[in-house]
């Protein structure tokens, strides 16, 4: 019965004990409330996973492909009403929206071709030496197989794409692994409509029950749960330091600890080099106020930390940037919470010792809106503290201007890790700084030359997480096909016989897949 994995999830009209969609350009309330789950429709979700498991992880990577393609078709079915339910909860407008449909239904195929194509499991095989002497070598084969159930938290700042169908459920469901949603509180409609799909393609596909459901409550108990059950085997997780770390601890204090890929904060420093800087200061100003309140600063990319060294070309382009800025009218932020967030940190920031705000911070601030904002601070009063490398989630940033290249070596040094770092410079200037990029390469899951960090590709070269804080785990990313390796854990069958092998590591290769045999890549059989 696949129209039940919306588990603890339903519609009620009665009353206002449950929780309520809310729009935050508005604070319209939907008449219809949803009802939190159950602790009984907790543990259901949980029990159908793990049954579910059994099924689900022996099914075909062609058949787990077409249930990845059929969710992306229910999701575009669902046309115009989940693109205004998703802007009405999340006050985007429709073309972020639509485009966002656009990139978790591309993500839902991605994987699919991944799935049919094979090499992603890595298979290995060493073939035995029976006369190897002084003793024989057996045969060993080894190959990624699936986790377990995974948990997913999705997030505030992408109601489609990092969200119920979105990047962590797709590469989840890609590996073989049941699927249970916490559902963020900002986006219930939305959730409701994208869960409904994919129950759908499920049914379709003839995939297991309980290889996805959703649930959602108030307050932090159904994630604690959910994350101490015993039959979770991964969680993946966006949104805020505090939050990430508090369910990765949870995960690593449980009799059997289970990995948390959390990414969390990051303020995507830039730094701006000298010639560059000097033939370009004005588009470089203007580039980044883009950058800065692009989706109302709502990015994990977001660009926090402009870096350059002081003098007249830093102080020119200060200038351009804060009256770009300056220009720019606020919007409303994702939620209430998140807007009330944004002007509590960058309150905070701006009153820390040498930090001048360089903008003029707009009077007429929408519902739940933000106003846009630059400050710009010295590198020795950034150095002295750390509070300045917070984020700021929303359209916030500081420049921190450095005396010498010295000074910049000390920043970079002491920057915390890092989704993204980038470098604006001319050739010459990333021959005289190539010492620093070298030392930022340490501190960031992607180096970016001359562009924006806003905006990620989703495709086999992208790194989306990075050293502490940026993420839990610095090994792996959560936006790309590699994100799949987070939900896969290496097996090796030893001395097996061809019928108790998967497919990807039997002699015959039945589907051509790319391996290693004996230390060559081939696609080829034994
Ligand atoms: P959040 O507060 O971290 O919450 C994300 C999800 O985790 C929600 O479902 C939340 O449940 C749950 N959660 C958080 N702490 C928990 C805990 N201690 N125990 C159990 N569950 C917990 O993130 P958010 O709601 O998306 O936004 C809040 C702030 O996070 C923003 O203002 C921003 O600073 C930051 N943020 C950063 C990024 C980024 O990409 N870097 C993205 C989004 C948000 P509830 O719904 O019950 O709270």
């Not at 870096?307 to 932020?333: H, K, N, R, V, Y």
């Not at 300045?388 to 940033?397: A, C, D, I, K, T």
Request: glycine share 8%; with cysteine; net charge negative.
């Amino acid at each position: 019965m696949h129209g039940k994995n919306r588990i603890g999830f339903s519609l009620s009209n009665q009353g206002a004990t449950g929780l309520s969609s809310f729009n935050p350009a508005t604070a319209e309330i939907r008449s219809d409330q949803f009802t939190g789950a159950t602790q009984e429709e907790t543990e259901s979700a949980m029990q159908k996973a793990e049954s579910a498991f059994d099924t689900y992880r022996n099914t075909t990577p062609d058949q787990r492909a077409q249930f990845l393609e059929a969710i992306a078709d229910e999701i575009l079915n669902l046309g115009d009403e989940l693109v205004q339910t998703a802007m009405q909860e999340s006050a985007l407008p429709e073309g972020r929206i639509v485009g966002e449909r656009g990139r978790t239904m591309g993500q839902l195929k991605l994987f699919a071709s991944l799935l049919r194509e094979g090499s992603w499991v890595e298979a290995t095989i060493d073939t035995a030496q029976p006369n190897r002497e002084p003793l024989p070598k057996p045969d060993i084969r080894k190959m990624l197989r699936p986790l377990g159930p995974v948990v997913v938290f999705t997030a505030s700042n992408f109601p489609l794409a990092f969200s119920t169908a979105g990047g962590d459920t797709a590469s989840a469901l890609a590996a073989g692994c049941p699927v249970v949603v916490k559902a963020h509180n900002s986006h219930l409609h939305t959730n409701e409509l994208v869960s409904d799909a994919i129950s759908r393609a499920a049914e379709k596909t003839g995939m297991p029950d309980g290889v996805y459901s959703s649930l959602a409550a108030d307050g932090f108990g159904l994630g604690t749960t959910l994350v101490k059950h015993p039959k979770t085997k991964a969680v993946a997780f966006t949104g805020s330091l505090g939050g990430g770390m508090a369910l990765y601890k949870m995960a690593i204090e449980r009799d059997e600890p289970i990995p948390v890929f959390a990414e969390m904060g990051s303020i995507n420093p830039v730094i701006f080099l000298p010639k560059k800087l000097n033939a370009e200061k004005e588009a470089l100003a203007k580039t980044y106020a883009g950058s800065i309140t692009l989706g109302v600063g709502q990015f994990c990319t977001n660009p926090g930390l402009l870096i350059g060294l002081e003098g007249s070309d830093l102080d020119q382009f200060s200038t351009t940037l804060a009256s770009e800025i300056s220009g720019i009218q606020p919007s409303a932020m994702l939620n209430e919470g998140i807007a009330k967030n944004f002007n509590k940190n960058k309150e905070s920031s701006l009153t820390q010792n040498g930090v001048k705000l360089i903008s003029s911070n707009s009077v007429e601030i929408p519902r739940n809106g933000a106003s846009p904002a630059v400050a710009r601070v010295s590198a020795k009063d950034f150095l002295a503290n750390p509070n300045l490398q917070e984020e700021v989630f929303g359209p916030y940033s500081i420049v921190v201007s450095c005396k010498d290249q010295a000074e910049l070596d000390q920043v970079i040094a002491q920057l915390h890790g890092q989704l993204t770092i980038t470098f604006m410079g001319s050739d010459d200037d990333f021959k005289s700084f190539e010492t620093q990029i070298h030392s930022a390469e340490k501190k960031t899951g992607r180096l970016i030359y001359n562009g924006v960090p806003t905006g990620v590709e989703v495709c086999g070269s992208m790194q989306h997480g990075g050293p502490f804080p940026a993420a839990t785990d610095s090994r792996f990313t959560s936006v790309g096909s590699d994100a799949i390796k987070r939900f896969a854990r290496p097996v090796a069958y030893q001395s097996a016989p061809q019928t108790m092998l998967p497919d990807e590591l039997k002699d015959n290769n039945p589907n051509n897949v790319w391996r290693e045999v004996d230390g060559q890549r081939t696609n080829q059989g034994l």
